[in-house]
């Protein structure tokens, strides 16, 4: 009798345990799992420089770990189309399974694969393996997408808890006979400049790398999260969001396993489920459908009257901005490690966002591009939901007259200045008092430091207070332009 043979298509699900597309596979028969490099369908967002970084090192973890168990990773370039029905072809596969991912123009491309795959007569079907719950089911009492985080996040807890993870299987059924596999250097991911040598000595991406992310943080970190989450200079997150990013590990393991610690150490369910740690991956979940129901906004602002917003083109402001030569050194601080290890702390993404576009009032969408092209966990629903946010026109915006005073944020959530002594060593020596605000600090404590403003740090491309009003200025336009629009 012909064996069955399914061909699992990996896409953003670089796991073995709690993956739905891969149990289903093994469930029926033989398991040819595979890659396809295919970036320009996803244009206009085809994947940035640190993320493809991300995704060569997990490709390889993943292809380690299906040898492990008797199996291998098969790697093609695309067209996605075209190279799955020559793998049908070769392998004599009679089903292909994949896992969902849910930005516009990957849902486009994946139905279409799926109607022409079905039309060939393969069993094809796809999987949740990266959400909660489907965007689909949740919905406020009006039946329509829920656009603020609290309500949607309570409607979420008020369901049943997620099923548990699936397990990592122990061996994979294999096919008498491999197809070819184009080596891993050949979809020329890695960059060919050494921007990457501080991606590695910071991340461990991979499977294993995740688990031990989310292990660190439940033992040492969790019990301190709200109250250190905001402090950039202590080990106070999870870091866990590129591991979210590339699938290497799923928002259900997460929620098991916080479960779980919960339980080993008696802590109620009500404190676990409440916790601040629980809330950050709702706002993930919530980015990702708000992304679904309002697929224009990565390019558009989901308030209509921001399209009118008077942003300024200033190329030279947003290179000061993208080097971390503003003359902030919270804001330097945080561009630097950006560039430097493909991440940056929650709390300083918000302060460098804030001041593009309030202090320099520049249009988000260039500061959303820039973190998509230098962030690891590069993620288009959270990625296009934070900038939104900071700007004032998505869901659940701040509000317009929310404008980070950088100086006192930096003095507020870096309170000894280890987080700014680390990325800017320039200023390293200026006492705690100045070290925030060096335009500000009496010439001899300048050349004590050894601190030349305008030489070996920048002088402040703009003054905070004056940009402020500014900015409120614009904002408040398009506030009354909104009113005066209406009926």
Not at 116 to 128: H, K, Q, R, T
């Amino acid at each position: 009798m012909k064996p069955a043979i399914s061909i699992v298509w990996f896409r953003q699900d670089f796991r073995l345990a709690d993956n739905p597309a891969l149990r289903a596979a093994i469930s029926r028969g033989e398991v040819v799992p595979v890659f396809v490099q295919a970036p320009d369908e996803e244009t206009p967002w085809r994947p940035g420089g640190a993320a493809d970084w991300w995704r060569h090192q997990s490709l390889r973890a993943l292809d380690s770990r299906l040898r492990e168990i008797g199996s291998r990773l098969i790697l093609r370039r695309g067209p996605t189309l075209d190279t799955l029905r020559g793998l049908v072809k070769e392998t004599n596969a009679d089903a292909v399974f994949w896992n969902r991912r849910y930005e516009p123009v990957v849902i486009a491309r994946d139905r279409k694969i799926k109607e022409a795959l079905s039309g060939d007569g393969l069993a094809v079907e796809s999987f949740n393996a990266a959400l909660l719950h489907e965007p689909w089911t949740i919905q406020n009492q009006s039946k329509k997408p829920f656009q603020v985080f609290t309500p949607f996040w309570k409607h979420c807890l008020a369901k049943p808890d997620p099923a548990e993870p699936l397990p990592a299987p122990r061996n994979l059924p294999a096919p008498a006979k491999w197809p070819k596999s184009l080596p891993l250097d050949e979809l020329e991911l890695e960059p060919k400049i050494d921007w990457a040598d501080g991606l590695r000595a910071a991340w461990q991406p991979g499977e294993a790398g995740a688990s031990a992310s989310l292990q660190r943080f439940l033992t040492t970190a969790f019990d301190s999260y709200s109250d250190q989450r905001n402090r950039p200079d202590v080990a106070g997150t999870s870091r866990l969001s590129p591991h979210l990013h590339c699938g290497e590990i799923s928002p259900r393991q997460v929620w098991h396993g916080l479960r779980q610690m919960a339980s080993q150490r008696g802590l109620p369910v009500e404190r676990w489920r409440a916790s601040q740690f629980l809330a950050e991956i709702g706002w993930r979940e919530f980015a990702h459908h708000l992304l679904f129901h309002f697929p224009h906004t990565p390019n558009e602002p989901l308030r209509a009257d921001f399209k009118k917003f008077p942003w300024r083109k200033d190329a030279a402001w947003l290179r000061a901005w993208q080097q971390g030569r503003t003359g902030y050194p919270i804001v330097d601080a945080g561009m630097r490690e950006l560039w430097a290890t493909g991440w940056m702390h929650n709390r300083v993404r918000m302060i460098v966002a804030s001041f593009l576009v309030k202090d320099l009032l520049l249009d988000w969408q260039a500061g959303a591009r820039w973190f998509w092209d230098t962030l690891v966990d590069a993620d288009l629903a959270q990625n296009t939901l934070g900038w939104q946010w900071t700007a004032g026109c998505g869901a659940d915006a701040a509000p317009y007259f929310r404008v980070f005073n950088p100086t006192s944020q930096g003095e507020k959530f870096d309170p000894h200045g280890e987080y700014v002594r680390k990325w800017c060593p320039e200023l390293a020596k200026l006492p705690d008092q100045w070290l925030h605000q060096p335009h500000a600090a009496p010439p001899e404590t300048l050349r004590a430091a050894g601190v030349v403003l305008g030489r070996t740090y920048p002088e402040r491309i703009v003054s905070h207070a004056i940009a402020r009003e500014v900015a409120l200025e614009a904002f408040a336009r398009i506030k009354s332009n909104a009113v005066g629009d209406g009926p």
